[in-house]
């Protein structure tokens, strides 16, 4: 029999994501490989079993002093991956909404001095401690939201000294919850006020100081670059990108956001790991990136945060063959914490089908942030698991009003619960 430290159990569905190639495309985003009346049990930080609740008694034991956890009528899912956050920041942009409101678009706002610069000044001047603490906050929000593993950019420094401290705080992270959380280099986020007019000498700034260091120190698993008018063209991107390769680090980018910029093909070009945004992406680009094997990862509520008027085109990369993913882009300009907003959104304005979104929040969201096997509910994978108290796995995108969960386990242990679920895990008797 398989020994478990735990059994989760009187699920209506389990949503395992255990079929099919990784990552998903195309019709294979379906595939959520259902088990009705399901059950889990974990052992340490992994996965023991997942089956039929009516095999469990045949299959499993309980291990003296292990639990169990009943979610009558609940379903589960793996936990949730969010493939684009920038979680470590200062201070806020609620001021700029009223801007927003008026008329300014992102880009009016960033060549006044607000936006992302604004972000900037803020974060330069917040200590390492504080960045940490306010990072923390947000992500322990994050997890009572079902997140299981997230990815985390640097990009408010845009100096040496700033991005580096701002990588430390993202591995502090690690450390100080079970989350899984991966880094990423985003120094060529903007050019900073002191290169204002010389955005060539910035990224031989990047190039040539800014990544070595980062390898160096081997804080940061992606290099990413925001090409966009603006920003950084996609001669300039090609170049940051190219020399975080160099350096060992995988390839990101922002690509398409505002308008098309010749993003996405520097992404199909460099066989990089995914392209992120793509509002304005064309039919040529998505032929490009799927044939490239680019993961896209789209950020439904970005659009809507940023009174864009437009919304990610999660039908068009599905349908043309493109591994879509999806994140949060949690950042000033879109304060979003909660993946199952994220994924109604990816179903009402991506015109993804609930199954899909969940298949881009979970197992292609983990390939795209490059976490091997994760966003699956299998044997020997890590036990993380989100708990939702719905009749079916539908709802989490078919609901505009997301449903948080009733428990979360990372790595086996539960770090949200309702005080109901608590008040019955203590009062049950172990299973023998």
Aim: glycine share 12%; with cysteine.
């Amino acid at each position: 029999m398989v020994g478990a430290d735990a059994i989760l159990s009187g699920f209506t569905e389990v949503a395992t994501l255990s079929r099919g190639p990784i990552p998903r495309r195309g019709v294979a985003m379906e595939d959520l490989a259902r088990i009705e009346k399901g059950a889990i049990a974990l052992s340490g930080e992994t996965i023991a079993w997942v089956g039929k609740t009516s095999q469990l008694r045949r299959v499993v034991r309980l291990r003296k002093g292990g639990s169990r956890w009943e979610f009558p009528g609940g379903v589960a899912v793996p936990g949730l991956v969010d493939a684009h956050t920038h979680l470590v920041f200062a201070g806020d942009r609620s001021g700029e909404v009223r801007r927003k409101l008026r008329g300014e678009s992102y880009l009016d706002i960033a060549r006044r001095g607000g936006g992302l610069l604004g972000t900037v000044r803020a974060t330069r001047a917040a200590s390492e401690m504080a960045l940490f603490k306010e990072a923390l906050a947000r992500l322990k929000r994050m997890v009572r939201w079902g997140t299981t593993a997230i990815e985390a950019k640097s990009g408010y420094g845009l100096r040496l000294d700033t991005e580096l401290r701002m990588l430390r705080v993202v591995r502090k992270l690690s450390g100080a919850t079970r989350a899984t959380i991966v880094p990423t280099f985003l120094g060529g986020h903007a050019v900073p006020p002191e290169f204002a007019g010389r955005p060539g000498k910035y990224v031989r700034d990047v190039v040539d100081r800014q990544i070595p260091a980062v390898a160096r120190q081997g804080i940061a698993r992606f290099c990413d670059v925001f090409c966009e008018p603006g920003f950084f063209s996609p001669e300039q991107s090609r170049r940051i990108l190219m020399a975080g390769m160099a350096a060992g680090l995988g390839a990101k980018i922002h690509a398409e956001e505002f308008v098309h910029s010749g993003g996405a093909r520097v992404a199909a070009d460099l066989h990089a790991v995914s392209a992120d945004h793509l509002l304005a992406a064309t039919a040529d680009d998505r032929e490009r990136l799927a044939a490239s094997g680019v993961t896209a990862v789209l950020l439904p509520t970005t659009p809507f945060a940023s009174l864009a008027g437009t919304r990610s085109p999660g039908r068009e990369f599905v349908d043309t063959g493109v591994s879509v993913a999806l994140g949060s882009d949690l950042s000033p300009n879109s304060w979003e914490e909660a993946m199952p907003l994220v994924m109604a959104h990816a179903v009402y304005s991506g015109r993804l089908t609930p199954s899909e979104a969940l298949t881009a929040a979970t197992v292609n969201s983990a390939h795209a942030i490059g976490l091997t096997g994760g966003g699956r509910i299998v044997p020997g994978g890590r036990a993380d698991v989100a708990c939702f108290d719905v009749p079916s796995v539908e709802h989490l995108g078919y609901r505009l009003s997301p449903p948080m969960p009733s428990a979360v386990f990372l790595g086996g242990v539960p770090e949200v619960r309702d005080p109901s679920m608590l008040e019955l895990s203590l009062s049950r008797q172990r299973v023998r």
